[in-house]
């Protein structure tokens, strides 16, 4: 027993993977103490931010795809307290937060970043990992299994998810329309003339954002520290100059008929009043066999901060029945 203690003690402080420990393979560590780590990686174009909350817990790790484009993780740091059973892992994307930002605008496509998604794993040596994408990072965590089918991926998790802009797009015009018909005119006529800067528009905007993006009363300093490091020219590249006018790279982004191929267990959330409405999540879902659904009551696309400790017990939960599931069959 002692010397397989000993072995123990060697191989964690070398960051070599059991369960769930971390092993880094060509990243810069920046800082680090007994349980959380940052530094940086080298992927195509850049240099990109991590960290490693519970680097040591023994469970399948969880990586998260943050939101955008050209958003950073900070709007996602409670789901840090997941790290009570299981390595948490985030990063900005090159071009967002903590990341290098370079200008060159061929680095922002799909293919890039999900190129990047593979980079990140290899340098973290995360053979076995959960995946969990919120909104533009569902669109990237998708698009990863279904163009790279990687292995070790045991599960999925998509909130807000972005996996259709045909159908997000309607759904947001829909919204438009619920709206005061003030607040709907300055919204309407400002997206004619382009005028996204007029005061009108901005506090339109904030209506709309109220009811659908966060519905909480005070934002939380992480989302509005989010919302003021948002890279506007990846934003607007990949998207476009705002929610409702879309002629960015991801203009004809659509992979409903493609869901199917996914052969994982996979977990669906929206919020009741989510820029990705239930029903279209729940298209979604009927369009993935097997696959789950959660719809948080009086939340929209930021729910898991308005419901965080829902969401983190849906999340806890799905994520034991599908380690549990695994330990049975095998």
Same mark, same amino acid.
């Given at each position: 027993?002692?010397?397989f203690i000993i072995i123990l ?161 309607? +759904? ?61 020219a990846q934003y607007e590249y ?35 009043? +989510? ?37 983190l017990q849906v999340v806890n ?14």
């Open positions: 027993m002692k010397e003690m060697v191989v964690v402080s070398l960051g070599i993977l059991i369960g769930g420990c971390v092993m880094l393979k060509n990243s810069e560590i920046t800082k680090s103490t007994e349980n959380v780590e940052e530094g940086f990686i080298s992927v195509t174009g850049g240099k990109v931010w991590y960290k490693i909350v519970g680097k040591n817990h023994p469970g399948i790790p969880l990586l998260i795809l943050h939101g955008g484009p050209g958003a950073s993780h900070t709007y996602l740091e409670p789901l840090e307290r997941l790290a009570e059973n299981r390595p948490v892992i985030f990063y900005d994307q090159l071009g967002c937060g903590n990341s290098e930002r370079p200008t060159d605008t061929s680095l922002w496509t799909i293919e890039r970043f999900v190129e990047e998604l593979q980079q990140v794993r290899n340098s973290l040596g995360l053979d076995q990992v959960h995946l969990l994408g919120q909104s533009w990072g569902s669109s990237l965590a998708v698009e990863y299994l279904l163009s790279q089918n990687p292995h070790g991926v045991k599960s999925l998790i998509l909130s807000g998810p972005l996996l259709s802009t045909s159908r997000w797009t309607d +759904d947001q015009q829909k919204y438009i329309e619920q709206l005061p018909e003030k607040t709907r005119k300055a919204i309407l006529q400002c997206e004619q003339t382009g005028e996204y800067d007029s005061p009108e528009y901005q506090n339109a905007m904030m209506e709309f954002y109220r009811k659908h993006v966060c519905r909480l009363e005070n934002w939380p300093e992480y989302l509005n520290r989010a919302f003021s490091e948002l890279n506007l990949m998207w476009g100059p705002s929610e409702f006018t879309v002629r960015g790279s991801l203009k004809n982004y659509e992979r409903v008929d493609q869901l199917s191929k996914i052969e994982l267990p996979v977990l669906f959330t929206c919020g009741e009043y +989510d820029e990705a409405t239930p029903a279209t999540t729940g298209y979604y879902q009927e369009n993935l066999p097997g696959s789950r659904l959660h719809i948080f009551q009086d939340a929209s696309h930021e729910h898991h901060l308005e419901k965080t400790e829902e969401y939960d799905f994520l034991s029945d599908v380690e549990n599931s695994g330990n049975r069959a095998e």
